[in-house]
């Protein structure tokens, strides 16, 4: 029987549905993908070296009893202002000797531990008055935190040097009087830093918590606020902590720092200024020790802060 032309004909093709392939993505080869280079992965050049400076710094202090080559109060007069075996003295005295033939080694390795027992005393004061102020601010609010206030803003105001200068002229110099009234220096950064973050720790909320739970308020900021605000202030301590070096340089500079017979690096700065001319080593071994030593410190203060901050990831 011959059929029809329509019923003999195939049935029409369905069209692919072009949705569905649009909606498939490609395969591509599978390729090795590189884990993300963790940043700060390595120390920097200028870290490592500052690390290296401040740890040889303290070993000298530490150790200073007992790698000094002679006394610091010894006088050889037969070896007055002999020269540094760099500008052709001899190895007795490598970094020679003063106007009294003192040994510039042996002092400057006391002069090394005084200088940095100052500095560290003078910073722990300044934390330690500027970090329990703040907290008393960011406590009691009111009358008190307007007090504080008032004193931070009137010790930015104050320039120090002219009150450090006032203070040892009138009480006369004492190396305790000294540490305490360097340790008044840079409190009210601290103070600042304090107020504001322990303000913050009651907003979030945690502190207010601790202390629903029956904790007093010295264990609240010593337990739960100062721990979460350490590691700003150390970084503030580190970039203040140069500051005081060169403060109490100067100030020794000028005859009111720590007296003879101790000395310290501003100390033979200022002896050495007078023989500049004839003896340039009796000061340029302090002076490029506080300059190592304050850079050394402030690279490292940049680089905790890079570090700590998260503001800054």
Same mark, same amino acid.
């Given at each position: 029987m011959a059929c029809s ?141 307007? #007090?504080?206030?008032?004193? *931070?803003?009137?010790?930015? %105001?104050? +320039?120090?040097? $002219? &009150?450090?200068? /006032?203070? @040892?002229? =009138? ?58 605000? #350490?590691?700003?202030?150390? *970084?503030?301590?580190?970039? %203040?902590? +140069?500051?005081? $070096? &060169?403060?109490? /340089?100067? @100030?020794? =500079?000028?005859g009111l720092g720590v007296q003879p ?53």
């Amino acid at each position: 029987m011959a059929c029809s032309t329509r019923a003999c004909a195939p049935p029409p093709r369905e069209a692919p549905d072009m949705s569905a392939t649009a909606e498939r993505p490609a395969e591509l080869p599978a390729t090795p993908i590189a884990a993300p280079k963790r940043k700060g992965q390595g120390l920097p050049p200028l870290v490592i070296f500052a690390l290296g400076w401040i740890l040889l710094m303290l070993a000298i202090a530490l150790l200073a009893d007992w790698i000094t080559p002679y006394s610091i109060t010894a006088l050889d007069l037969r070896s007055r202002l002999s020269p540094p075996v760099f500008m052709g003295g001899s190895w007795a005295h490598p970094l020679g000797t003063d106007e009294l033939g003192r040994d510039v080694l042996s002092r400057l390795i006391w002069s090394i531990r005084m200088s940095l027992l100052i500095a560290f005393g003078a910073a722990i004061i300044a934390a330690v008055l500027g970090v329990v102020l703040g907290f008393l601010a960011a406590h009691f609010r009111g009358l008190v935190e307007q #007090a504080v206030l008032a004193l *931070v803003d009137f010790q930015a %105001a104050m +320039p120090f040097m $002219i &009150l450090a200068l /006032s203070v @040892l002229a =009138f009480f006369g110099n004492s190396l305790v009087l000294f540490v305490c009234l360097l340790g008044l220096h840079g409190w009210e950064r601290y103070a600042r830093i304090a107020r504001g973050l322990a303000i913050s720790a009651g907003a979030q909320g945690y502190a207010a918590a601790v202390q629903q739970l029956g904790a007093s308020p010295w264990r609240v900021y010593a337990r739960h606020v100062l721990p979460n605000i #350490a590691a700003t202030l150390i *970084v503030s301590m580190t970039l %203040a902590f +140069p500051e005081i $070096i &060169l403060l109490e /340089s100067g @100030l020794s =500079f000028l005859g009111l720092g720590v007296q003879p017979p101790m000395t310290s690096l501003g100390n033979m700065v200022g002896y050495g200024r007078e023989y500049l001319t004839r003896a340039p080593w009796i000061l340029l071994s302090p002076s490029c020790v506080i300059v190592l030593t304050t850079l050394s410190v402030s690279l490292l203060g940049d680089w905790l802060r890079d570090r700590l901050d998260p503001t800054l990831r």
